[in-house]
């Protein structure tokens, strides 16, 4: 079959975002309510836009020539994210096992500092991006704040922790020795 490809029983599919919301709507990673979903499709398109404009410019033959267009719109599109994420511990969504959470995060019915919202998928995605930008340009300062206290919550969720400091996790290459960054160990 096609690379990748996802067989769970009788489902067999491929295409990385089939198989991503696949895994989501299995996993209720989706957002709950229609204004969840909505701000989730919202936000994964215009994540997926933004990846895939940092692809073509990886790829390009042109890239160092580029590159610094790329740069200068960069901390606009991180502003917009940044705005999108305020100060949520998750880009879509506040509610948690029939609780309730204010604007800020605060605790509006008593719920325990273990009870936190949960991530949508599109949280998997903004990282994803998020991770590679800051590989990209590290002293990038529209990546501190709330966007690098994202991608650290990210980071300590259990089974992502778990995941990276095992030996299957593979931070580099992040593309095909054909791009022209991100290419190597």
């Not at 895994?23 to 990673?29: E, P, S, T």
């Not at 305020?86 to 500092?113: A, D, H, M, Y």
Request: net charge neutral; glycine share 8%.
């Amino acid at each position: 079959p096609q690379l990748p490809y996802l067989i769970d029983g009788p489902t067999k599919l491929t295409q990385s975002n089939a198989i991503l919301r696949y895994i989501a709507r299995k996993h209720n990673l989706c957002g709950e309510t229609e204004e969840e979903k909505q701000h989730v499709d919202l936000l994964e398109n215009q994540i997926i836009d933004m990846r895939m404009n940092f692809i073509r410019l990886v790829y390009s033959p042109d890239f160092e020539k580029l590159k610094p267009a790329y740069l200068e719109q960069l901390p606009k599109k991180l502003q917009e994210l940044s705005r999108f994420l305020g100060s949520r511990p998750w880009f879509v969504g506040q509610k948690v096992g029939g609780g309730c959470w204010g604007e800020f995060g605060e605790s509006l019915w008593g719920l325990t500092p273990l009870s936190l919202p949960q991530p949508t998928f599109v949280d998997f995605l903004a990282y994803d991006y998020l991770d590679q930008q800051r590989m990209f340009v590290p002293e990038c300062p529209e990546l501190k704040g709330n966007l690098a206290q994202f991608l650290q919550r990210f980071e300590a969720l259990d089974k992502i922790s778990a995941y990276m400091r095992s030996g299957r996790f593979i931070k580099t290459p992040v593309y095909w020795p054909t791009a022209n960054w991100g290419n190597t160990k």
